[in-house]
């Protein structure tokens, strides 16, 4: 096996992987002195036997501040690992439109996946939960959550269907993609944009976190409007991959998700071959405690809006195809005022995750690994206990420390699998929880 890293980045696969800092930058960067053309794109004949080959993640003719695209010079075109495909077995990988079930309208929740005890690869171990929207229109979304045992052996992936949103929440993930290595680790996220190729280790051992599959346009950062330049996520903290490229002559396979379906085939190397690159389209990690929050600082609670990480927008300004808020470590100050998330009923659906910690809305039931489903205008809030230790407590400030949720909201109702609705961990008795809300009204009590 030859793993080949720049200079700057050491000798070895197993030295520290190193990355380019910002958001969307044109970035490059090349694995080999003078891989990368100066001046030009495409060579007539590109340095070391090189091809070159463009990916492109919008249409040609977007507008300048939207189009994305990368160069990549590589020892094969993709073309090149380009076999014979066979339709491979999606196991409990869906893709919307998907209405396999219908259940009542109902807030829903579920306890933590276990991790199976027979050997799967994070895409074998792919189960999505909700679907959403319309991958053929790309538009909408997928939540996924994977329980990968064991690394990818000379087994790679694409997907064509959607951009994918990696959100760890126990153990460790090694992405090797075509554009350099990502590590992530629990706290933090990796965006893989579509049509990029990779290979999934688990260097810790085996792993669970959750998947977003974005059919939409490609997330970006949120306008801060009136907040200004700085705070939320800042461009500085996001990280690309410097080059990085395997030159591997060994029998591999390599499924494509494209149309809603795995496609498999095998080649006789590995497709992450590319030796430089340069531009705007590439995946990329960021800390989420690096976030800087901002809230209220004199009465009222925010709307949850202030926490968005990442945006997809639509064709509807102001109204995302999906946003990516967590809700980190932060203070709350705010006086006369009750502090948890507010009673409501939302236009957009929300699908919620716990990565560590506690989330103070439900102290009760929520655990790190769990998640939640609040869909299209159904009424959620707090639950009764949340509702009276706010209701009472102590107004002095007040610090949530060790927690990390998030949220994947959408415009489009999500629709949940039939596999999510079967399983033992879906809790049942979650949709009455509202039940336990008592009437306090007192007509002589203003």
Same mark, same amino acid.
């Given at each position: 096996m030859n793993v080949t890293l720049p200079e700057t980045a050491g000798k070895a696969a197993s030295a520290t992987t190193r990355y380019q800092s910002g958001f969307g930058n044109g970035f490059e960067t090349e694995a080999l002195p003078g891989a990368l053309p100066v001046g030009r794109n495409s060579p007539q004949k590109c340095a070391y036997g090189l091809y070159a080959e463009q990916l492109s993640g919008s249409p040609f003719t977007a507008p300048r501040a939207r189009n994305e695209r990368s160069w990549l010079y590589r020892i094969r075109p993709t073309?090149?690992?380009?076999?014979?495909?066979?339709?491979?077995?999606?196991?409990?990988?869906?893709?919307?439109?998907?209405?396999?079930?219908?259940?009542? &309208?109902?807030?829903?929740?579920?306890?933590?996946?276990?991790?199976?005890?027979?050997?799967?690869?994070?895409?074998?171990?792919? $189960?999505?939960?909700?679907?959403?929207?319309?991958?053929?229109?790309?538009?909408?979304?997928?939540?996924?959550?994977?329980?990968?045992?064991?690394?990818?052996?000379?087994?790679?992936?694409?997907?064509a269907d959607g951009e994918l949103l990696f959100v760890p929440q126990l153990g460790a993930l090694r992405l090797w993609t075509e554009f350099g290595i990502i590590d992530i680790a629990p706290g933090e996220i990796a965006v893989i944009? $579509?049509?990029?190729?990779?290979?999934?280790?688990?260097?810790?051992?085996?792993?669970r976190g959750y998947l977003c599959e974005n059919y939409g346009g490609s997330f970006t950062l949120p306008e801060r409007g009136p907040i200004g330049a700085n705070c939320l996520a800042n461009p500085r903290d996001f990280q690309t991959p410097v080059?990085?490229?395997?030159? $591997?002559?060994?029998?591999?396979?390599?499924?494509?998700?494209?149309?809603?379906?795995?496609?498999?085939?095998?080649?006789?190397?590995?497709?992450?071959?590319?030796?430089?690159?340069?531009?705007?389209?590439?995946?990329?990690k960021y800390d989420l405690r690096r976030f800087s929050p901002i809230g209220p600082v004199l009465?009222?609670?925010a709307d949850p809006s202030i926490f968005t990480t990442l945006t997809s927008p639509s064709e509807t300004p102001g109204t995302a195809n999906v946003d990516f808020v967590i809700f980190p470590e932060r203070w709350l100050v705010a006086e006369n005022t009750?502090?948890?998330?507010?009673?409501?009923?939302?236009?957009?659906?929300?699908?919620?995750?716990?990565?560590?910690?506690?989330?103070?809305?439900?102290?009760?039931?929520?655990? &790190?690994?769990?998640?939640?489903?609040?869909?299209?205008?159904?009424?959620?809030?707090?639950?009764?206990?949340?509702?009276?230790?706010?209701?009472?407590?102590?107004?002095?400030?007040?610090?949530?420390?060790?927690?990390?949720?998030?949220?994947?909201?959408?415009?489009?109702?999500?629709?949940?699998?039939?596999?999510?609705? $079967?399983?033992?961990?879906?809790?049942?008795?979650?949709?009455?929880?509202?039940?336990?809300?008592?009437?306090?009204?007192?007509?002589?009590?203003?």
């Open positions: 073309l090149g690992h380009w076999g014979t495909f066979r339709q491979g077995d999606n196991r409990v990988w869906c893709t919307a439109p998907c209405a396999e079930i219908n259940l009542p &309208p109902a807030p829903m929740r579920w306890d933590p996946l276990p991790l199976p005890d027979e050997a799967l690869t994070l895409v074998e171990g792919v $189960r999505t939960i909700t679907t959403a929207g319309d991958a053929g229109a790309q538009s909408g979304m997928a939540v996924h959550v994977y329980l990968a045992t064991r690394s990818m052996a000379d087994e790679y992936f694409y997907n944009p $579509r049509g990029v190729k990779m290979r999934v280790e688990l260097p810790g051992g085996p792993a080059a990085a490229y395997e030159d $591997r002559a060994v029998a591999s396979g390599l499924t494509v998700k494209w149309g809603g379906c795995l496609w498999e085939t095998e080649i006789d190397h590995s497709p992450l071959d590319v030796v430089a690159w340069h531009g705007n389209y590439a995946p990329y009465f009222d609670h009750f502090r948890p998330p507010w009673y409501h009923m939302n236009v957009m659906s929300e699908f919620m995750g716990l990565i560590y910690g506690a989330y103070d809305a439900k102290p009760q039931g929520f655990v &790190p690994g769990g998640f939640s489903l609040h869909n299209t205008m159904l009424p959620h809030g707090p639950d009764k206990d949340a509702f009276e230790g706010a209701s009472n407590a102590e107004l002095k400030p007040h610090k949530l420390e060790s927690t990390m949720a998030f949220m994947l909201e959408t415009r489009f109702a999500q629709h949940v699998t039939a596999y999510a609705a $079967r399983i033992p961990q879906f809790q049942r008795d979650y949709a009455g929880y509202g039940l336990k809300l008592t009437k306090r009204f007192d007509p002589t009590r203003p």
